[in-house]
């Protein structure tokens, strides 16, 4: 059974950074994909950033130059070191993965998927 445990939001100032961190369970992470999603109150979850099974990686529009994703398959760990913060980072940020980033990148994709862990919290202001 896939569990995807998300951990390291908190409260933090504009310009600051955060280190996000997502354990997954119940599946070889190896073979996937593994990205990152945001929900901001109001608003649709939207895709943030993806690496591949080959390292590839991905950014929305929005992150580039300020997120890093990065993945230690032997922990099963996929962390998203976030900084020059802005207001607009405020949101719920959750894990998942798939098959390919281009999938998990799709605005359609986000609605397809059944599971989801609790996310954690960002919350940027001063």
């Known amino acids: 059974q896939v569990q995807l445990v998300e951990s390291g939001g908190g409260l933090v100032q504009p310009g600051g950074s955060l280190s996000l961190s997502c354990v997954a369970s119940g599946f070889i992470l190896d073979y996937y994909a593994m990205g990152w999603f945001r929900q901001a109150p109001g608003k649709e979850r939207e895709a943030v950033s993806c690496i591949s099974r080959d390292g590839t990686i991905y950014y929305a529009d929005s992150v580039k130059g300020r997120f890093t994703i990065s993945r230690v398959n032997a922990e099963n760990t996929v962390y998203l070191q976030m900084s020059s913060l802005k207001p607009d980072d405020t949101a719920l940020y959750y894990c998942?993965?798939?098959?390919?980033?281009?999938?998990?990148?799709?605005?359609?994709?986000?609605?397809?998927?059944?599971?989801w862990g609790h996310g954690t919290q960002v919350t940027v202001s001063s």
């Open positions: 998942q993965t798939d098959s390919l980033c281009d999938a998990l990148m799709h605005p359609i994709r986000v609605k397809e998927y059944d599971y």
